[in-house]
């Protein structure tokens, strides 16, 4: 068994696979040029996820994340998790969770190859012949992409990506303020091209025993600008000052955590969503993002990664162990295209709730089911 792709999808699939008794179990891993991990929040249900795959206690290093505070619509309002008896989920030091992942996997016997990617993958007797960048060969029954947004086994295997719309996010880490503000929060705030994300981020050790001190000189924010691709373009949103304006012009956020003088540094993050028009072919799947991937707004990233791994191992300890690849490739494609059409409707719905700017092009496009309405995963 060889999975492409170490993010929390991928290291989920090969911690339950281990869970199950697959002997075999390889992890190779391209990391990418980035500054920082955009998903920089968990939600409740990702605690008990992590402990079914053997990590109770992974959570610690993280901060609290109580609940959303938005502005949305008509509407003004905090969801709290623990007045909805979900208790709390967490604003995560992604670094460090990715980091946990791999290393939990490499613990308990998973085989990781970082960095590395596959150049040249054969299908022979049954099985695929795979020799990786780093000159190393191998032999597997079954691939799993892993590989995100990109999806990059899938398409060389002759999958579609299918996307919805050209969704980025512009963001930045900023100092923010050691007290009040986002303590705890999450901050959902809409404007005429797009909305706008901010969480605080979990202080470094910073004590001489090693915990931090509250009034931590280095608290640190991470904010994003949600627009399209074109409109980003056509407002310079990109570019740090004309970011930072748009960011004084806000109500709540620049109130919560205000602008700092100079104009931030600008990251770009793919967020579209998309789906494969596959979740399956002849001994390969796909799962987490590079099956199908989510709007942020849905904060579902890290749960859905973690649900997406260990629903996949499930089948595919059926696969090794000699079961017909049809009947569980199928429930697997099933199970896609009924989580893909439930978050459309969601999405519409979320998005048309959003009245204030009737003639913007990004809140007038998400009003209407997308092009692809019928987009769903299918196997070979």
């Not at 993958?121 to 049954?126: D, E, F, K």
């Not at 967020?271 to 590079?290: E, I, K, N, T």
């Amino acid at each position: 068994m060889l999975i492409c792709g170490a993010g929390p999808a991928g290291c989920a699939t090969a911690l339950a696979l281990r869970q199950a008794g697959v002997a075999h179990v390889g992890l190779v891993d391209w990391p990418l040029d980035r500054p920082w991990s955009i998903g920089e929040s968990a939600t409740p249900d990702v605690g008990p996820m992590l402990a079914r795959l053997g990590l109770p206690d992974a959570m610690h290093v993280h901060a609290p994340y109580q609940g959303n505070l938005s502005l949305w619509g008509d509407r003004r309002e905090i969801d709290d998790f623990l007045h909805r008896g979900r208790g709390n989920g967490w604003h995560l030091d992604r670094e460090a969770f990715d980091t946990m992942l791999r290393e939990a996997a490499a613990a308990r016997g998973v085989h990781l190859v970082r960095p590395a990617k596959i150049d040249q993958l054969a299908w022979q007797g049954g099985g695929w012949a795979v020799q990786l960048s780093d000159g190393s060969e191998w032999r597997a029954r079954i691939l799993v992409d892993a590989t995100g947004r990109r999806a990059e086994l899938a398409t060389r295997l002759g999958a579609t990506r299918r996307r919805i719309d050209s969704l980025v996010a512009l963001g930045a880490v900023v100092p923010r303020p050691v007290s009040g503000g986002l303590a705890g929060l999450s901050l959902l705030e809409p404007f005429a091209f797009g909305w706008w994300y901010a969480a605080p981020l979990p202080d470094k050790p910073n004590g001489p025993d090693g915990f931090n001190r509250p009034d931590a000189p280095d608290a640190r924010a991470v904010i994003c600008l949600m627009t399209d691709r074109d409109l980003a373009r056509q407002n310079d949103l990109r570019d740090g000052r004309r970011f930072r304006q748009v960011w004084c012009d806000t109500e709540e956020l620049a109130r919560r955590l205000p602008p700092p003088i100079e104009a931030p540094r600008i990251a770009s993050f793919p967020a579209h969503s998309a789906c494969l028009d596959r979740a399956a072919g002849p001994g390969w799947m796909a799962v987490g993002d590079a099956l199908m991937a989510f709007d942020p707004l849905t904060s579902s990233g890290i749960s859905g990664a973690l649900a997406d791994g260990l629903a996949a191992a499930d089948a595919l300890v059926g696969w090794l162990a000699g079961q017909p690849m049809a009947p569980a490739a199928l429930a697997w494609a099933r199970r896609a295209d009924a989580s893909w059409r439930r978050y459309l409707d969601q999405r519409r719905k979320h998005y048309s709730a959003e009245r204030r700017w009737p003639d913007s092009p990004f809140w007038a496009s998400r009003k209407d089911p997308p092009p692809h309405h019928a987009c769903a995963s299918q196997i070979t």
